[in-house]
């Protein structure tokens, strides 16, 4: 198992090369030069990238390329809950464990490390956070 040290703004993260490779950024400075000992990503939180660094953990294995929309807008208008349009249920509990602070940064970062997957499932939590919040009580 080869790690790779990525240093964040605050400190840095060790993480499998397999995980850090899912961020099409990581994996293109890997390809360009991996002698390197450590990626400098000093607009990040530590926080935000071991969360980051977690999911790319779990989709490691997977094709995350984010091709296929998770979601369509119609599936957004209605559905109540994240479970409802996600099916995958860890990245459900992902999501939902996250702080609104935590979530934003989780995007930010994914999309600066170019993760698209990741991306789409942070911000299907925050269209029905905010489809919730704007609709008229019952």
Known sequence: MTVVRLQAEDGAVEV????????????????????SSEIPLHS?????????MQWCGRHADEDSEGGTPLATPET???AKATEEVLDDEWDTIYVEE?????????IKAASYLHIP??????????????????????
């Open 117 to 138: 997957r990741l991306i789409q499932i942070a911000q299907i939590k925050i269209a029905l956070y905010l489809r919730a919040e704007s609709s008229p009580s019952e």
């Open 98 to 106: 996250m702080s609104w602070e935590t979530l934003c940064d989780v």
């Open 16 to 35: 499998e090369e397999k995980a850090a490779r899912v961020s099409k950024t990581i994996d293109s400075i890997l390809q360009d030069d991996d002698s």
């Open 44 to 52: 990040i939180r530590r926080a935000t990238l071991q969360k980051v």
């Open 76 to 78: 957004l208008t209605t």
